[in-house]
């Protein structure tokens, strides 16, 4: 069965400061793996999938398969960037999501 | 264009009362999906249409829930006998045939008291 795990509940970081949010799965295939976001008062929507390597709003993430990871970076946080995270893999159509990390953006 | 729509956006059901929750996709989004989320968790998949054909229920996490997509378009999500348990969110997401990204409605958030 698929697993994700965010193992960080809450992240608090400063302005300018480096940002990785820690993603593990489980999946005994080849994963598609995605980050999905939901700012306050909006809905859960899309940031990036591990295929299509992009960087959107300065994030980045590497599928690594021996430590079967997908964390999230970003160089150098904004304060927009206070979300809610979410890890998924997707097999089967339906997506499986970690339990999501709430990132706070200090100024 | 229209994203996926979601009504109630609230709800509050006592013990016992049935209630059904409506989603309205994305014009010509083949593929619905219900996902459950309750406080401080993320999504939990329950189950997946492919137009009016109900292709997965393997998240339904008991006989009282049932869903349906009729037309192949709206869908309703239908808890039957509402416990305490089933307070959550539930969202609704739609995509396209063939393509990975789901779009997602704002939820509906159910209390059960």
């Known amino acids: 069965a698929q697993r994700v795990t965010q193992p960080e509940k809450l992240l608090s970081v400063f302005k300018g400061a480096p940002v990785e949010l820690k993603c593990n799965y489980s999946y005994s295939g080849s994963p598609e793996l995605f980050w999905y976001v939901q700012y306050s008062r909006q809905r859960l929507q899309l940031l990036l999938r591990?295929?299509s390597r992009e960087s959107i709003k300065g994030f980045t993430a590497d599928l690594n398969k021996g430590e079967t990871s997908f964390h999230l970076k970003k160089p150098f946080a904004q304060e927009e960037d206070s979300a809610m995270y979410y890890c998924?893999?997707?097999?089967?159509?339906?997506?499986?999501f970690g339990q999501g990390t709430r990132l706070t953006i200090n100024p | 264009g229209a994203g996926v729509s979601q009504s109630p956006r609230y709800k509050v059901a006592k013990r016992g009362q049935d209630v059904a929750l409506r989603c309205d996709p994305i014009s010509g989004h083949v593929s619905l999906f219900w996902y459950q989320q309750a406080l401080g968790q993320g999504p939990e998949f329950l189950t997946y249409f492919q137009n009016e054909a109900q292709l997965d229920k393997s998240g339904l996490p008991s006989d009282r829930f049932f869903a349906e997509r009729p037309e192949g378009s709206v869908s309703t999500l239908k808890i039957q006998r509402t416990q305490q348990e089933d307070s959550a969110v539930y969202l609704c997401?739609?995509?396209?045939?063939?393509?990975?990204?789901?779009?997602f409605g704002p939820g509906t958030r159910l209390t059960v008291t």
């Open positions: 997401a739609s995509n396209r045939q063939g393509t990975y990204e789901q779009y």
């Open positions: 591990h295929i």
């Open positions: 998924a893999s997707q097999g089967a159509q339906k997506l499986v």
